[in-house]
Structures are given as C-alpha cells and as structure tokens.
C-alpha cells in the first residue's frame, strides 16, 4: 500500500510563489500524479512524474525524487483562480493510485 | 467529446434501498475506476476494471459492487445503502499499458446522501 502526506493548507499572495510538498512511502512505485481540484469539482490532471527530475508545464512545475520518496509541486506567479485543493497521487505497478488528503491554497489579492 | 459522464448528479436515499450510479466513458479507455471523496481523507478506490470483464478491489469495496460488461460503462451498485456511504463518487478512466503517462480522467461525480 502507500502513505501519502501532505500539508493540509496554505495561502499565498497573488503574484507569488507556492511550493506543495509530498511525502511517500510506497510497494511498488509507477509514477507520481498532480491534479487540481476546485471546490465542488472533479480532479483535473495537472502534473506527471516517473523519474527523478523537474518537469516543467507553464506556470506549474513538478520535482520528484524517488529515493528520498518525496515530491513537490511549484507554482508560479499565483492567480486567484489557482485556489484549489491539489491532489498528490502515487501509482502503483497494477496502474492503481492513491492520494493524499490534498493541500488547500488559498491565493489572497 | 463528452468524456465521462456521471449520473444522477446528485440523490438523496433513504437507508436499506438499492442505488445503482452509473459512469459511461467514450475515450475508449480500457481501464475503469470509482473513488468516494470524504472531507479530510481524500480519494480512496472502492473498485476498479482493468478490461471489459474484469474486476477488482481497491481500498474500500465493502457494501459495493460493480461489474464491466463492456468498454464503456462502469455501474457501481449500493445493494443497502447506510449513512456511512455519504459521499462525493467519482468514477475515472485511462488507457492502462502501451507506454505513456496513463493518466486517470475523472469524470463530474455524484453527490449521494444516505439517510
């Protein structure tokens, strides 16, 4: 199984720069997910991750080390709009995933 | 494209009555998924189908069931139904095998209420 943590919440200003961390610990890795989920909403995918490195998308950037168990998600230049609830979620080899709680980002004007 | 589609959109139930939600995907994807959605403990997999035919338990099956007859439809069936399962339902799809990210799709979930 996995042990997936996560900060419950945070908030920034607009404009500014928010890192998301993500813990875990798991039986068979096969990929580390991002998604964004707005309040009342479904999930959306954001970020994908496989091997240890940065991948970059636009204003969102997502970090994963494997042998520390440990991933981030960064973003950038913060909008209103990416106040959301972001999923961290860890895959295993029978393409079934497990997700965090989710952190909460509130974005503040 | 409409992707997934979640029906109803939301119900409220009495306790002891059957509940059938239905989830259809035309992606195509052969892989199919249902998760519940509770405040402070995330998504958590009550059933998953890798292929038409195919079955299988995630985290939380107990009091549900589902079947695939066919590469679209996910059917996930509350044979009695009891408060505990009030719960935001999302079903999901990806390709699984073959290479790439396989990312799972989710479709807009169903808000259901047992009383």
């Known amino acids: 199984g996995q042990n997936i943590d996560q900060p419950t919440e945070m908030t920034a200003t607009e404009g500014a720069i928010v890192q998301i961390n993500c813990t875990y610990q798991t039986s068979g890795f096969n990929g580390l997910f991002w998604y964004q989920q707005h309040a009342g909403e479904a999930p959306t995918f954001l970020s994908y991750n496989v091997l240890d490195g940065l991948e970059e998308k636009g204003r969102f950037s997502s970090f994963l080390s494997r042998s520390k168990g440990y991933s981030y998600l960064l973003l950038k230049e913060l909008q209103m709009k990416d106040s959301a609830s972001y999923l961290c979620a860890v895959r295993d080899r029978d393409y079934k995933l497990s997700f965090g709680a989710g952190t909460t980002v509130t974005v503040r004007a | 494209i409409a992707g997934i589609t979640q029906a109803p959109t939301s119900q409220i139930l009495a306790a002891g009555r059957r509940m059938t939600l239905r989830c259809t995907q035309d992606m195509r994807h052969n892989a199919m998924y249902w998760y519940r959605q509770d405040l402070g403990l995330g998504l958590r997999l009550i059933h998953y189908s890798n292929t038409a035919g195919t079955t299988g338990k995630g985290e939380v099956p107990d009091g549900y069931s589902v079947s695939r007859a066919n590469t679209d439809d996910f059917p996930l069936t509350l044979a009695s139904a009891v408060p505990s399962q009030t719960s935001v339902y999302f079903c999901?799809?990806?390709?699984?095998?073959?290479?790439?990210?396989?990312?799972?799709?989710f479709g807009p979930g169903t808000r259901l209420t047992v009383l």
């Open positions: 999901a799809s990806s390709v699984v095998g073959g290479g790439g990210s396989n990312t799972q799709y």
